[in-house]
């Protein structure tokens, strides 16, 4: 699976938009870009996922680049209970049926503030 | 509400005594995987299952065993616990059809070996 680059922190204010962006440009075609995120020890929380279409979910949109080597997680509206540890993942996807481990790096420790 | 289950949540015991952390999931998922976070050394896969009956070791697997006999459960055996495997495990889950699809973790489950 590709490496992945992030920001090892970053603030943001209490209702503005979050933007955490990530590198990955070692990707390969059949590798998508996933986010989860870790709020104090708790389980990693899946965000959003996506290969190379722009994404939008109820928790956050995901921009990928068109040259797919960079991605950026937009949280639209942050809230103190977005205060996490943020983990971009990039994980071959194959119909092979092998092992769907996943990577995590560092993450970036996204810190929101009232 | 579709969820995984770990079970103890936290565990102090001693070295030497067996101990096993079960892991269930609800939603029919076939593949499930065990992790294990360090300060500093992320998310380390310890094992994983691609379906009942079908378990292979992951990056970490010395000193655990594990065991596939229903699709829900997974459960994680430490024969002979030591202090090293002083850890916060996760369980997580996810289902094989579409492999993209995102896994699910559990809350964790905090073992202290003294």
């Known amino acids: 699976d590709a490496k992945t680059t992030q920001p090892p922190s970053m603030d943001c204010a209490e209702g503005r938009a979050a933007n955490l962006p990530c590198n990955h440009s070692t990707i390969s075609g059949n590798e998508y870009v996933y986010w989860y995120r870790q709020i104090h020890s708790q389980g990693p929380q899946y965000i959003i996922h996506g290969l190379k279409n722009n994404e939008t979910n109820e928790m956050a949109s995901l921009i990928i680049t068109e040259d797919r080597k960079s991605s950026t997680l937009i949280l639209p509206h942050a809230t103190l209970r977005d205060t996490a540890v943020y983990y971009c993942i990039v994980r071959v996807v194959n119909s092979g049926g092998s092992n769907y481990k996943l990577t995590f790096g560092k993450g970036t420790l996204l810190t929101v503030n009232p | 509400e579709a969820q995984v289950t770990q079970n103890p949540r936290y565990l102090i015991t001693v070295t030497g005594k067996k101990l096993t952390v079960t892991c269930s999931q609800n939603m029919n998922h076939e593949y499930m995987s065990w992790y294990r976070q360090d300060p500093g050394l992320g998310l380390r896969q310890i094992y994983y299952s691609m379906n009942v009956e079908v378990t292979d070791k992951g990056d970490v697997p010395e000193g655990y065993k594990v065991s596939r006999k229903e699709k829900r459960n997974f459960p994680l055996i430490l024969e002979s616990p030591s202090p090293n495997q002083t850890s916060l495990y996760f369980c997580?889950?996810?289902?094989?059809?579409?492999?993209?699809?995102?896994?699910?973790f559990g809350d964790g489950t905090r073992l202290s070996i003294l």
């Open positions: 997580a889950s996810s289902p094989r059809t579409g492999s993209n699809q995102p896994q699910h």
